[in-house]
């Protein structure tokens, strides 16, 4: 892992916590800890998901229609990193 992936996440980070309008947990979200739900600090809903998905849309440019893929996508944040980079715009 280098910085430019650590920095991407700490961005994403912030994006997500911010289009859904919440605290990062106690002592910090994990990258691989799951946003939905039985165990989620997060506890995020479908509403969550869809604001998270238009926010990606609108910051990078990536549409995420309701699909298994963007379900897949959206459970913790190296799932969404990893989503992002393979289809971001160049």
């Known amino acids: 892992m280098n910085d430019n992936d650590t ?7 912030a994006l997500i916590l911010a289009a859904v309008d919440k605290d990062e947990p106690a002592g910090g979200l994990r990258d691989d800890e799951p946003w939905f ?11 969550d998901a869809l604001q998270i998905s238009m926010a990606i849309q609108k910051k990078y440019g ?3 229609p309701d699909s298994k893929e963007t379900r897949r996508a959206l459970v913790s944040l190296l799932a969404l990193a990893e989503h992002l980079r393979k289809h971001r715009p160049a």
């Open 37 to 47: 739900g039985p165990g989620s600090r997060l506890e995020l809903d479908s509403l």
């Open 62 to 64: 990536v549409r995420m």
């Open 7 to 13: 920095a991407f996440r700490d961005e994403l980070k």
